[in-house]
Structures are given as structure tokens and as C-alpha cells.
């Protein structure tokens, strides 16, 4: 049987660091709520002069160098990060194949948010599993969301801990080890219109008086409306997700080692744990990086495995949700094949 596993992983986060005070200086919330109920420590802030392929690049050379490649020997390049990049209009991942030498390799873009990481893990392994002509993959996200925060409109609290940052890893057909197993992903279109950039698109072209309201930045349409629709299904999602997920993956959710989920505010990282029967002690938690679209699970993942965290024949579950609104789980198992 033919299993796809992941070769390596990197992270990237950019040198500025924001701190919890910081973030309440710029919004007018106490330190200690920004600190204890959005449950961020500080975040990174990319230099003004530091792009989504800047970041994708340096993530992506850290995985190619841990996994001992030469660029030439990977055959597809895919972006799943964040969906504001250098340009408007334009794909990054071509331009990370060409900045990293890819020259054999084909590009790809995964127009996907916060649900990056297992979105990217499903779709590479099902291309590796269906192609017999690829062998390797490099799956690169970057985020530099922080730019699009809006301090200023309350309706847009949960984007102040939006931070920067990039992660990659490489998979590999036949490799033995670190095994991509089963997916999952839920998505009700029907919050596909409450959380947007409001101006720039065909919708609302940009203009002399879209720059000066502001409309450019993050923001909710109607944040009360949200809310009382989305608390109810949020979490009962994301463990469907990660039900589905361990069933196709012949696993169920007691035999989860380790959670590397997105970053979320306390309480409801905490409810999400309890609900997923996971020890707290063996759930990430990004609280020194906040949210960085779909960065945060597979940056979570090279943490862990780095900390020792996660070892030989654990379960890694990665499991995350983006507005759209689409929940999405993956269950990686790490390791050697017989470990």
C-alpha cells in the first residue's frame, strides 16, 4: 500500500515581536484581557518591507534544508496561506518555486484562510497518492494579516490578535515515516459573506472614498449576527471534523496523542480540548504568536516535534476553521511505519 508521509517541517515568524501591551495600547483593551481572554501573549509583525513570498521563502528553504533536498527535486510548490498577499490578483507560489530554484517543479494555490493546514495536507497527499509521476511536494503559507487589523472598529475585536508568520513542510510518496492519514472538512456557505476585506473587489471597486472609510482592513458585517449564529455550530464542527477524520484515518478521537489546532481565545480553546477528550497538556497553544491564517497548525506541528512533544507512534490531529465558513481535520501518524 502506498502511504504519503512529511519529509519535514519549518516555521518563519518575523523579528518584531507585539506584545499584549502593545495590542491594548492600539485598541483600548486592558493588557490583561488582551492577555488572558484572547489569550495572546504578543504577536509578530512583519517589517514593512517583508511580504507573504518574503516569509514563504524562508519557511520554504528551512523545510527543503531539513529534509536534505536540492529544490530541483521537488515537483510541486503549494501556497495555502493567507489570501492578502504582495499583489492583489496575483498567485505567490510561482514566485516561491522561482525564488527557491523549484525550476522542475509546478506551482499551485489553495485559496483557503485559517483552514489551511489540513486543507494542504489532503490535497498534497491525494496528489501524491493519484500521481505516479510526483514524488515530492512542498506545501509553503505565510500570513501578514496584522496589516489588515482595524484597532479602531470594536465589531472587529477577534482580528486584534492577528499576527505574521510563515510555515512549510515537505511530503514525500513512499517516505516511511510521519504518515499523512485521513481528512475531513464541513462548510456552511452560509457565513461566506460576514467577514471580508469590504473594498478592492468587483463589488466594491476601490476608490478615493474606500481608502478614506477605511474599508481596505478586516471587518465583520454584522459581528451580533455572527455570533449568535456561529456559537452554536463552531465546536460541535470542529469535532465533527475530527471525528470523521480519525474514523477515516482508523483511528478514533481517544487515540489522538497531540492537538495542533489554529489559535483561538482561551475559553474556547479550552472548551474545544474538553470536547476533543485531549489533555490540555498535549493541545498547542500559539499565545506568544496569535492567529496567522492558515499558518498556525502545521507552525504548532514543527514546534512540538521539536520540543519533543510529539513523538514515534503518536496521533497528531490538525485541526482548524476559516471563515467561509469551512472546518477542516487531518490526522497525521508520527513516526516509522512500524514504530
Given at each position: 500500500?502506498?502511504?504519503?508521509?512529511?519529509?519535514?517541517?519549518?516555521?518563519?515568524?518575523p523579528?518584531?515581536?507585539?506584545?499584549?501591551?502593545?495590542?491594548g495600547?492600539?485598541?483600548?483593551?486592558?493588557?490583561?484581557?488582551?492577555?488572558?481572554?484572547?489569550?495572546?501573549?504578543g504577536?509578530?509583525?512583519?517589517?514593512?518591507?517583508?511580504?507573504?513570498?518574503d516569509?514563504?521563502?524562508?519557511?520554504?528553504?528551512?523545510?527543503?534544508?531539513?529534509?536534505?533536498?536540492?529544490?530541483?527535486?521537488?515537483d510541486?510548490?503549494?501556497?495555502?496561506?493567507?489570501?492578502?498577499?504582495?499583489?492583489?490578483?496575483?498567485?505567490?507560489?510561482?514566485?516561491?518555486?522561482?525564488?527557491?530554484?523549484?525550476t522542475e517543479?509546478?506551482?499551485?494555490?489553495?485559496?483557503?484562510?485559517?483552514?489551511?493546514?489540513?486543507?494542504?495536507l489532503?490535497?498534497?497527499r491525494?496528489?501524491?497518492?493519484?500521481?505516479?509521476?510526483?514524488?515530492?511536494?512542498?506545501?509553503?503559507?505565510?500570513?501578514?494579516?496584522?496589516?489588515?487589523?482595524?484597532y479602531d472598529?470594536?465589531?472587529?475585536?477577534?482580528?486584534?490578535?492577528?499576527?505574521?508568520?510563515?510555515?512549510?513542510?515537505?511530503?514525500?510518496?513512499?517516505?516511511?515515516?510521519?504518515e499523512?492519514?485521513?481528512?475531513?472538512?464541513?462548510?456552511?456557505g452560509?457565513?461566506?459573506?460576514?467577514?471580508k476585506?469590504p473594498?478592492?473587489?468587483?463589488?466594491?471597486?476601490?476608490?478615493?472614498?474606500?481608502?478614506?472609510?477605511?474599508?481596505h482592513?478586516?471587518?465583520?458585517e454584522?459581528?451580533?449576527?455572527?455570533?449568535?449564529?456561529?456559537?452554536?455550530?463552531?465546536l460541535?464542527?470542529?469535532?465533527?471534523?475530527?471525528e470523521?477524520?480519525?474514523?477515516?484515518?482508523?483511528?478514533?478521537?481517544?487515540?489522538?496523542?497531540?492537538?495542533?489546532?489554529?489559535?483561538m481565545?482561551?475559553?474556547?480553546?479550552?472548551?474545544?480540548?474538553?470536547?476533543?477528550?485531549?489533555?490540555?497538556?498535549?493541545?498547542?497553544?500559539?499565545?506568544?504568536?496569535?492567529?496567522?491564517?492558515?499558518?498556525?497548525p502545521?507552525?504548532?506541528?514543527?514546534?512540538?516535534?521539536?520540543?519533543?512533544?510529539?513523538?514515534?507512534?503518536?496521533?497528531?490531529?490538525?485541526l482548524?476553521?476559516g471563515?467561509?465558513?469551512?472546518?477542516?481535520?487531518?490526522?497525521?501518524?508520527?513516526?516509522?511505519?512500524?514504530?
Amino acid at each position: 500500500m502506498r502511504t504519503v508521509g512529511i519529509a519535514a517541517t519549518a516555521h518563519y515568524l518575523p523579528e518584531r515581536w507585539m506584545a499584549a501591551r502593545e495590542i491594548g495600547l492600539a485598541s483600548g483593551i486592558p493588557e490583561a484581557v488582551v492577555a488572558e481572554k484572547f489569550g495572546v501573549r504578543g504577536k509578530h509583525v512583519a517589517a514593512p518591507d517583508e511580504h507573504v513570498s518574503d516569509m514563504a521563502v524562508s519557511a520554504g528553504q528551512r523545510a527543503l534544508d531539513a529534509a536534505g533536498l536540492e529544490p530541483r527535486e521537488v515537483d510541486a510548490v503549494v501556497y495555502y496561506g493567507s489570501t492578502w498577499k504582495d499583489h492583489a490578483v496575483w498567485q505567490v507560489a510561482p514566485r516561491v518555486a522561482d525564488r527557491l530554484g523549484c525550476t522542475e517543479a509546478f506551482a499551485l494555490e489553495l485559496d483557503y484562510v485559517s483552514c489551511g493546514t489540513p486543507v494542504a495536507l489532503r490535497v498534497a497527499r491525494d496528489m501524491l497518492l493519484a500521481e505516479d509521476e510526483l514524488r515530492r511536494v512542498l506545501l509553503v503559507a505565510a500570513c501578514r494579516e496584522s496589516y489588515l487589523v482595524d484597532y479602531d472598529d470594536p465589531g472587529s475585536r477577534f482580528t486584534y490578535n492577528f499576527g505574521d508568520g510563515a510555515a512549510a513542510a515537505v511530503l514525500e510518496r513512499g517516505l516511511g515515516r510521519n504518515e499523512v492519514l485521513g481528512s475531513h472538512m464541513i462548510t456552511d456557505g452560509s457565513f461566506s459573506r460576514h467577514v471580508k476585506v469590504p473594498a478592492g473587489g468587483s463589488v466594491e471597486p476601490a476608490s478615493e472614498q474606500t481608502v478614506r472609510e477605511r474599508r481596505h482592513l478586516l471587518s465583520v458585517e454584522d459581528p451580533a449576527d455572527m455570533k449568535a449564529r456561529l456559537d452554536p455550530v463552531s465546536l460541535p464542527n470542529f469535532v465533527r471534523a475530527a471525528e470523521v477524520a480519525c474514523k477515516r484515518s482508523g483511528i478514533s478521537l481517544a487515540d489522538v496523542s497531540h492537538l495542533c489546532g489554529i489559535h483561538m481565545k482561551r475559553s474556547m480553546h479550552d472548551e474545544l480540548v474538553d470536547a476533543l477528550g485531549i489533555p490540555a497538556d498535549r493541545a498547542s497553544y500559539l499565545d506568544d504568536t496569535g492567529h496567522m491564517s492558515g499558518v498556525d497548525p502545521m507552525l504548532a506541528l514543527d514546534r512540538a516535534v521539536a520540543a519533543g512533544d510529539v513523538r514515534d507512534g503518536d496521533h497528531v490531529l490538525a485541526l482548524a476553521a476559516g471563515t467561509g465558513y469551512t472546518w477542516a481535520a487531518t490526522v497525521v501518524r508520527w513516526g516509522e511505519e512500524n514504530a
